[in-house]
């Protein structure tokens, strides 16, 4: 039972980045769509939202960048990373 548990927190713990990261994705769309939709109507001068703009790409920042180090941790310590991103090891002293 306790291996279930464990498995379905770290799921969690990947879904939950990925849902930020998609909201922040949504938030920047929709900003972009707002503005250039207004270009059609006339009575109304267009201006850009760039206060949903800012907080929809730092948390899709944030969700892509703690995927991705998940990632590219896990890879390091199953030495599937390329040598430059391999662990250095300290030289021994003489």
Known sequence: MKVVISRFVAILILVIPGIIACYGFLQ???????????????SVIPDFNWIPFIIGFILFVIGI?????????????????APRFKKKRPRPNV
């Open 28 to 42: 920047m769309k929709t900003a972009t769509f707002d503005y250039l939709a207004e270009f059609g109507n006339d």
């Open 65 to 81: 960048g703690f995927i991705g180090g998940w990632i590219f941790f896990r890879d390091r310590k199953h030495n599937y990373v």
